[in-house]
Nanobody, 117 residues
Framework: EVQLVESGGGLVQAGGSLRLSCATS????????IGWFRQAPGKEREGVSC????????YYADSVKGRFTISGDNAKNTVYLQMNILKPEDTAVYYC??????????WGQGTQVTVSS
């Protein structure tokens, strides 16, 4: 059974930092791209950042470039999202997704991030 478990969310003041973790199990980590998405109330889910489990290539949405850093630990099958200089507009539920093909993907349950002004 494939599982993705997010952790590390919470309440932080603007300008602060949080580190999210996505621990995966039941899949071959190197075969997947692991991404972070977020969904704020009343808004569509949007992609934030992604990393290839095979070669470590990364992607960032323009809104988080220079503030967020994604990294992976293949030995632990875990992906991290270091979020710095947080803004109130970063408030959302953050989801982890493991993606290999259009029909082979898995979502985590989400973790709440709240940034107060």
């Amino acid at each position: 059974e494939v599982q993705l478990v997010e952790s590390g969310g919470g309440l932080v003041q603007a300008g602060g930092s949080l580190r999210l973790s996505c621990a995966t199990s039941g899949l071959t980590f190197d075969d997947y791209a692991i991404g972070w998405f977020r969904q704020a109330p009343g808004k569509e889910r949007e992609g934030v950042s992604c990393i290839s489990g095979r070669d470590g290539m990364t992607y960032y949405a323009d809104s988080v470039k220079g503030r967020f850093t994604i990294s992976g630990d293949n030995a632990k099958n875990t992906v991290y999202l270091q979020m710095n200089i947080l803004k109130p507009e970063d408030t959302a539920v953050y989801y982890c997704k493991a993606h290999r093909t259009a029909w082979d993907y898995y979502w985590g349950q989400g973790t709440q991030v709240t940034v107060s002004s």
